[in-house]
């Protein structure tokens, strides 16, 4: 495996790939001018192809045309630029992507598609506010699998934090009412709540996301505090459909995006905040604990676009 760059604080030590979006935008940049119109268009294209949506994709571009103005002849580095700057002003007003925990017991579910990374960005989130000196509980909410409730221990035990934990198939909301109960017992200061994957079509799985808020909601008013969406970034533009859902049925408040270190495309983080303007908190950059950034839209962007 090849070593990383190291994480510069608020970069995500992620190399720009060969085959990304910045790439493609180096080479549309660096033909010989073929017509303003024609280069604008296959920014565009390369900006869909990147996931970033066929909308917001136009949009960016035009604003980005704009703000060169009409007929100025402008440097490869100059349309790059103003295309970043678009796309940073719009995450930022997706809202603020400080994470912040409340006064405790400060709830975080975590939601999402089967595979995503929920369970690894929870082991990751513990060991960054556990690192912070914050008291930490985990609960296996994901009581379809043993594997689950063993995989969120075995984490947990790497990270020095207490699991909640009922049998393999154990009401998931019964856990959740559990780990609420023992983190206000306790005096702990956030709960990080695992479930299992469900697809976003699936009716009554996501009915039980609403039970389990339901239960916490009405233990501790004002709770969860967050309800955290972990979407795979190489899954693309259906993680806009996976965010919609999962807004419906469970309140989502934020978004992890996760894989970004497996991703050629990672635009879909620019369609979610601008259609459904929910805050990006972190992002995942591989498989160890240490690799969760916040996110920051200019090392995103910056990213984004490199090449
Ligand atoms: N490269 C990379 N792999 C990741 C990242 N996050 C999670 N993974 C890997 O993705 C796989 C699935 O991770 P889990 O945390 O088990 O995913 P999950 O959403 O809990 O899965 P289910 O509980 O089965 O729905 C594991 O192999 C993780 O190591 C990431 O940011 N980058
Ligand atoms: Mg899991």
């Given at each position: 495996?090849?070593?990383?760059?190291?994480?510069?604080?608020?970069?995500?030590?992620?190399?720009?790939?060969?085959?990304?979006?910045?790439?493609?935008?180096?080479?549309?940049?660096?033909?010989?001018?073929?017509?303003?119109?024609?280069?604008?268009?296959?920014?565009?294209?390369?900006?869909?192809?990147?996931?970033?949506?066929?909308?917001?994709?136009?949009?960016?571009?035009?604003?980005?045309?704009?703000?060169?103005?009409?007929?100025n002849a402008a440097s490869a580095d100059q349309i790059r630029e103003a295309l970043?700057?678009?796309?940073?002003?719009?995450?930022?007003?997706?809202?603020?992507?400080?994470?912040?925990?409340?006064?405790?017991?400060?709830?975080?579910?975590?939601?999402?598609?089967?595979?995503?990374?929920?369970?690894?960005?929870?082991?990751?989130?513990?060991?960054?506010?556990?690192?912070?000196?914050?008291?930490?509980?985990?609960?296996?909410?994901?009581t379809y699998r043993a594997a689950a409730i063993e995989q969120l221990r075995l984490?947990?035990?790497?990270?020095?934090?207490?699991?909640?934990?009922?049998?393999?198939?154990?009401d998931p909301a019964a856990v959740a009412f559990d780990a609420v109960a023992s983190?206000?017992?306790?005096?702990?200061?956030?709960?990080?709540?695992?479930?299992?994957?469900?697809?976003?079509?699936?009716?009554?799985?996501?009915?039980?996301?609403?039970?389990?808020?339901?239960?916490?909601?009405?233990?501790?008013?004002?709770?969860?505090?967050?309800?955290?969406?972990?979407?795979?970034?190489?899954?693309?533009?259906?993680?806009?459909?996976?965010?919609?859902?999962?807004?419906?049925?469970?309140?989502?408040?934020?978004?992890?995006?996760?894989?970004?270190?497996?991703?050629?495309?990672?635009?879909?983080?620019?369609?979610?905040?601008?259609?459904?303007?929910?805050?990006?908190?972190?992002?995942?950059?591989?498989?160890?604990?240490?690799?969760?950034?916040?996110?920051?839209?200019?090392?995103?962007?910056?990213?984004?676009?490199?090449?």
């Amino acid at each position: 495996m090849m070593a990383r760059p190291r994480r510069e604080p608020g970069g995500l030590g992620l190399r720009p790939r060969a085959d990304g979006l910045g790439a493609r935008i180096r080479t549309i940049l660096g033909r010989p001018r073929s017509g303003a119109t024609a280069t604008w268009e296959a920014l565009e294209e390369a900006l869909v192809a990147g996931d970033i949506g066929a909308v917001t994709a136009l949009e960016l571009v035009d604003a980005a045309r704009e703000r060169i103005g009409p007929g100025n002849a402008a440097s490869a580095d100059q349309i790059r630029e103003a295309l970043a700057n678009e796309i940073v002003t719009r995450l930022a007003a997706a809202g603020g992507a400080s994470f912040e925990i409340g006064p405790p017991p400060s709830v975080v579910l975590v939601v999402g598609v089967n595979g995503t990374g929920k369970t690894t960005t929870i082991a990751k989130l513990a060991a960054l506010l556990h690192g912070r000196g914050h008291t930490v509980l985990l609960a296996a909410a994901d009581t379809y699998r043993a594997a689950a409730i063993e995989q969120l221990r075995l984490w947990a035990d790497q990270v020095g934090v207490p699991v909640i934990a009922q049998r393999p198939g154990a009401d998931p909301a019964a856990v959740a009412f559990d780990a609420v109960a023992s983190a206000e017992a306790r005096g702990t200061q956030v709960v990080l709540i695992d479930t299992a994957g469900r697809l976003h079509s699936k009716t009554q799985l996501m009915a039980e996301l609403a039970k389990i808020r339901g239960v916490i909601e009405r233990r501790l008013p004002g709770q969860p505090r967050h309800v955290l969406l972990v979407l795979d970034a190489t899954t693309g533009q259906n993680g806009l459909l996976q965010a919609q859902a999962f807004s419906r049925e469970a309140g989502v408040t934020g978004i992890v995006l996760t894989k970004l270190d497996g991703s050629a495309k990672g635009g879909v983080a620019v369609a979610i905040a601008v259609q459904l303007e929910l805050p990006i908190y972190f992002v995942g950059v591989g498989e160890e604990l240490t690799d969760l950034a916040p996110f920051d839209a200019r090392s995103y962007v910056d990213w984004l676009l490199a090449g």
